[in-house]
C-alpha cells in the first residue's frame, strides 16, 4: 500500500498511522464514461484476451510516495503483455481430460451423497427423528459445496479457463450453470465487464457500495443527518447478511443491485430512461438490458432458454416426487451454493 508524504516529520512521527496524503499530486477531474473499456472481447477476460491492450500508458505523476515501512515507493507501470509474458508457458495450457475430470468428480460426489442419505438415512437405518434431521441438514450443506464447485467450473468455462476450444468452454458452462438457475452467457458478459472495471465506481457492474449522499437520499435524511453508528447495530448487520446471503444473487441478477446506474451513458443508448430497480428495465434477462450491447442479444436468449429448461424440469419432479421432497435434495443445496458464493 502506497501512501502520499507530506512531510518527513510528520512521516516519521506517525508511521503506523500514516493516510493517503499527497500535497503533490491534483486530485484528477476526469470522470470515465462506462462506455470507456479495453478493446478486448466482452466474453472473456484471460490474460490473452488483454495482450492487444499492452502500449504503455503515460507516466502520471503522483508526487513522492513511501510505503507503510517508510521506504520510497514507485507505482508499477508494468504493461499486460509484460506480465503475461513472465508468466510460464505451461500455466497456460488447458487439458480437456483433466478439466473434465473434476466435473466427472462433483457429479459423482452428487450422486453418491444423494444415494447414501436416499437409501440410508431413512426410519428404518435411523429411528430417532432429531438424528434425521440433522443428518439431512448435512446432506444439504455437503450438497452445497459440490454444487459450488460445479458452479465454478462453469465461471472457468466463462473465463475461457476450462479449454482451449471456445465452443467445449461455451456449452460446459452453459449446461453446468443452467442446472445452477444461472444465466450463463449473461452473467459471463457482465461478469466479464466487472473484471474490466473492477474498483470503478462510475463503471463497475457489481459491489459499488452506496456515497453518504446516495444512501442519505435512499432514507429521505440529510446527509448529516447519518450516523456512522447506526450502520454497525447488530441488528442492522444481520438483517443485511441474512438479506445479502439468501436472496441477494436473485436480487442482482433481476434489478442490477450493487451495479452502476449510469445506463443514460451507454454507447447504443439502450440505457435511455433505464435504472436499476424492479420494473428498471435492467437485468441478466432482458435482451434489451443496457447491461450489453445489441450484438449480445442471442447470448442472453441462450440463457434465458437454458433457466426455462432447468426450471421446467425442476417443476416435472416436483410433482413426481413432492415439493417437500425437491425442497431438501435441491433447493436448500442451492441456497447453500448461493451463501458461499456470496462476499
Known amino acids: 500500500?502506497?501512501?502520499?508524504?507530506?512531510?518527513?516529520?510528520?512521516?516519521?512521527?506517525?508511521?503506523?498511522?500514516?493516510k493517503a496524503i499527497n500535497g503533490d499530486s491534483a486530485v484528477s477531474s476526469y470522470a470515465p464514461s462506462?462506455?470507456?473499456?479495453?478493446?478486448h472481447s466482452a466474453s472473456s477476460t484471460s490474460l490473452s484476451s488483454?495482450?492487444?491492450?499492452?502500449?504503455?500508458?503515460?507516466?502520471?505523476?503522483?508526487?513522492?510516495?513511501?510505503?507503510t515501512y517508510g521506504n520510497e515507493f514507485e507505482v508499477p507501470d508494468f504493461t499486460i503483455k509484460?506480465?503475461?509474458?513472465?508468466?510460464?508457458?505451461?500455466?497456460f495450457e488447458r487439458s480437456n481430460v483433466r478439466s473434465f475430470s473434476y466435473v466427472a468428480r462433483d457429479i459423482a460426489l452428487l450422486a453418491t451423497t444423494f444415494y447414501l442419505w436416499h437409501n440410508f438415512v431413512t426410519p428404518e437405518y435411523v429411528p430417532n427423528k432429531a438424528a434425521r434431521v440433522v443428518l439431512w441438514g448435512v446432506y444439504t450443506f455437503l450438497q452445497g459445496l459440490f454444487g459450488t464447485g460445479i458452479w465454478v467450473l462453469a465461471?472457468?468455462?466463462?473465463?475461457?479457463?476450462?479449454?482451449?476450444?471456445?465452443?467445449v468452454c461455451n456449452v460446459t458452462g452453459w449446461f453446468l450453470h443452467?442446472?445452477?438457475?444461472?444465466?450463463?452467457?449473461?452473467?459471463?458478459?457482465?461478469?466479464?465487464?466487472?473484471?474490466?472495471?473492477?474498483?470503478?465506481?462510475?463503471?463497475?457492474?457489481?459491489?459499488?457500495?452506496?456515497?453518504?449522499e446516495q444512501q442519505a437520499t435512499r432514507l429521505g435524511k440529510m446527509v448529516h443527518e447519518l450516523h456512522e453508528l447506526?450502520?454497525?447495530?447488530?441488528?442492522?448487520?444481520?438483517?443485511?447478511?441474512?438479506?445479502?446471503?439468501?436472496?441477494?444473487?436473485?436480487?442482482?441478477?433481476?434489478?442490477?443491485?450493487?451495479g452502476h446506474n449510469n445506463h443514460e451513458r451507454h454507447r447504443e443508448g439502450r440505457g435511455k430512461g433505464k435504472k436499476n430497480g424492479f420494473g428498471g428495465g435492467v437485468n441478466h434477462f432482458d435482451p434489451r438490458s443496457p447491461l450489453y450491447e445489441n450484438r449480445d442479444a442471442w447470448a442472453i436468449i441462450m440463457s434465458d432458454i437454458g433457466i426455462a429448461c432447468t426450471i421446467s424440469i425442476l417443476v416435472y419432479l416436483c410433482k413426481q416426487f413432492g415439493t417437500a421432497n425437491m425442497f431438501v435434495w435441491y433447493f436448500l443445496p442451492y441456497m447453500w451454493v448461493n451463501q458461499i458464493l456470496q462476499p
Open 1 to 18: 500500500m502506497a501512501v502520499g508524504k507530506s512531510s518527513g516529520v510528520a512521516a516519521e512521527k506517525n508511521a503506523s498511522q500514516r
Open 50 to 67: 488483454l495482450a492487444s491492450t499492452d502500449a504503455p500508458a503515460p507516466k502520471k505523476n503522483y508526487g513522492k510516495l513511501i510505503d
Open 155 to 167: 465461471h472457468e468455462c466463462g473465463h475461457g479457463a476450462f479449454s482451449a476450444s471456445k465452443t
Open 34 to 39: 462506462p462506455a470507456d473499456s479495453p478493446r
Open 82 to 91: 509484460e506480465i503475461r509474458d513472465a508468466i510460464p508457458k505451461h500455466c
Open 178 to 212: 443452467s442446472a445452477l438457475l444461472v444465466p450463463y452467457y449473461s452473467w459471463q458478459l457482465s461478469h466479464s465487464k466487472h473484471h474490466k472495471a473492477t474498483g470503478n465506481m462510475e463503471r463497475d457492474m457489481v459491489f459499488l457500495p452506496r456515497t453518504r
Open 230 to 258: 447506526a450502520e454497525e447495530t447488530p441488528i442492522v448487520t444481520l438483517i443485511h447478511l441474512v438479506g445479502q446471503q439468501t436472496i441477494g444473487w436473485w436480487n442482482y441478477l433481476l434489478t442490477n443491485v450493487t
